[in-house]
């Protein structure tokens, strides 16, 4: 980071991207953009906490808005996670938009088990930088008490994403666990959250049903979804 001048934060108004904003700027004082991808299925929740927090650093916030509803049909169809297609098309649109701007660095709240380390180069010799890397959940959590951070009332772990709540009750309905487990375990061996919290993470998720149907209704998969049998 001490080689960092300025960068993007790659920020969903999720809880992970809201400390690596806050520490990008207040700890390194970097000259930053906030830059928030919504791919169409973004919780209000999680726009309001994007603004709320940016003005209360006085940090830039640019939205890109584009449609991911292809990844996020497959996903229900399928009974699979949405999560790293949606990552990386993510990080691509990113890239290219820290290109435009002349800006080397992309700064997001990924933690070390997303990956194998802390940074990687992208084409065109963008870094992303993995900020909250081996950073504790309680740690995290110590940040977002000082910022006006309002946690969402979402289906799974997600502070920010609409689908998947319904992504991951297709996938347990099918498999009996969620998709969530490999990564939640990486979590548990670095001793970055503890296990209680964990298996909660790792339970079925409870969805309120007009939610789930918003969603099926939205992505225009009720009929197809009627004839699948999970």
Do not use: W
Not at 47 to 58: G, M, P, T
Not at 152 to 158: D, I, K, R
Not at 178 to 194: K, M, N, W
Request: overall charge positive; some cysteine.
């Amino acid at each position: 980071m001490g080689k960092v001048n300025k960068a993007i934060v790659a920020f969903s108004g999720g809880k992970d991207s809201t400390v690596a904003l806050y520490l990008t700027k207040e700890k390194y004082g970097i000259e930053l953009e906030a830059v928030m991808i919504d791919h169409g299925f973004m919780a209000r929740e999680a726009i309001e906490n994007a603004k709320r927090i940016c003005e209360y650093l006085d940090v830039p916030l640019t939205i890109l808005r584009y449609d991911y509803s292809d990844i996020f049909r497959e996903a229900l169809l399928k009974a699979k996670s949405p999560c790293k297609k949606c990552s990386s098309r993510t990080m691509e649109k990113l890239r290219k938009y820290g290109l435009e701007k002349g800006v080397k660095y992309i700064i997001t709240g990924h933690e070390l088990p997303f990956a194998h380390h802390p940074y990687r180069i992208m084409s065109g010799e963008i870094i992303q930088i993995r900020l909250l890397s081996l950073m504790s959940e309680e740690e995290r959590f110590k940040i977002l008490e000082k910022l006006p951070f309002k946690f969402p009332e979402l289906a799974g772990y997600t502070t920010n994403c609409l689908v998947l709540g319904p992504a991951l009750n297709r996938y347990y309905k099918k498999h009996g666990y969620s998709f969530e487990t490999g990564r939640i375990a990486a979590l548990v061996r670095y001793g970055l959250i503890d296990t209680e919290k964990a298996l909660k993470k790792v339970s079925k998720p409870e969805i309120q049903e007009e939610v789930e149907r918003e969603i099926v209704r939205k992505l225009g998969l009720r009929e197809k979804l009627n004839m699948i049998q999970v």
